[in-house]
T-cell receptor, first 117, second 112 residues
Framework: DADVTQTPRNRITKTGKRIMLECSQTKGHDRMYWYRQDPGLGLRLIYYSFDVKDINKGEISDGYSVSRQAQAKFSLSLESAIPNQTALYFCATSDSGDRRSGANVLTFGAGSRLTVL | QQQVKQSPQSLIVQKGGISIINCAYE??????FPWYQQFPGKGPALLIA?????SEKKEGRFTISFNKSAKQFSLHIMDSQPGDSATYFCAASRDSSYKLIFGSGTRLLVRP
């Protein structure tokens, strides 16, 4: 099984619908993130969480919300989806105790492709 | 505001050639510069990283060159192979912190 699992992998929805993307991890990492990937724009941070009680906005949080249900689970919601939220979404984790490089090494899931019509 | 600028957007190299991808950053507080590699249908994965106290780091065929005064760093892939065909992202962060700022990505195609 993958260390970071995202569901669904693909989703097509209509404008105005509520969508939830889910992420679970088996790495035991305390930090979790949601990124969005668009062609030519790279990876942009939506939300991040250091632990269950800590949620922070990233660069592009408008139109999104998150929930950290447990250390291993971090979900991303689009309350009312719009077409410009069509993108590839990635969940990632990292370990605050990682001292191999003294820096934040991200482990990504395989991505959730969302299309909003 | 794009804090990490990456070029080129796409790159085609013949097998055995050298692939070079460049990144420039603005924030002088950045102190960690990783490169991530992404294959189609997969999430990005850490390839190699450097800190500004060294000018170069080499791991196998992959080398990061770092120019602190110019606020630039680059990835060199020597003896490029078709299996290296992927999208590469540079990134930067400060204080070993959580906020990795990514570049826009470079799609590399290595022709057989």
């Amino acid at each position: 099984d993958a260390d970071v699992t995202q569901t669904p992998r693909n989703r097509i929805t209509k404008t105005g619908k509520r969508i939830m993307l889910e992420c679970s991890q088996t790495k035991g990492h305390d930090r979790m993130y949601w990124y969005r990937q668009d062609p030519g724009l790279g990876l942009r941070l939506i939300y991040y969480s250091f632990d269950v009680k800590d949620i922070n906005k990233g660069e592009i949080s408008d139109g999104y919300s998150v929930s950290r249900q447990a250390q291993a689970k971090f979900s991303l919601s689009l309350e009312s989806a719009i077409p410009n939220q069509t993108a590839l979404y990635f969940c990632a984790t990292s370990d605050s105790g990682d001292r191999r490089s003294g820096a934040n090494v991200l482990t990504f899931g395989a991505g959730s492709r969302l299309t909003v019509l | 505001q794009q804090q990490v600028k990456q070029s080129p957007q796409s790159l085609i190299v013949q097998k055995g050639g050298i692939s070079i991808i460049n990144c420039a950053y603005e924030n002088t507080a950045f102190d960690y510069f990783p490169w991530y590699q992404q294959f189609p249908g997969k999430g990005p994965a850490l390839l190699i990283a450097i800190r500004p106290d060294v000018s170069e780091k080499k791991e196998g065929r992959f080398t990061i060159s770092f120019n602190k005064s110019a606020k630039q760093f680059s990835l060199h892939i020597m003896d490029s192979q078709p299996g290296d065909s992927a999208t590469y992202f540079c990134a930067a962060s400060r204080d070993s912190s959580y906020k990795l700022i990514f570049g826009s990505g470079t799609r590399l195609l290595v022709r057989p």
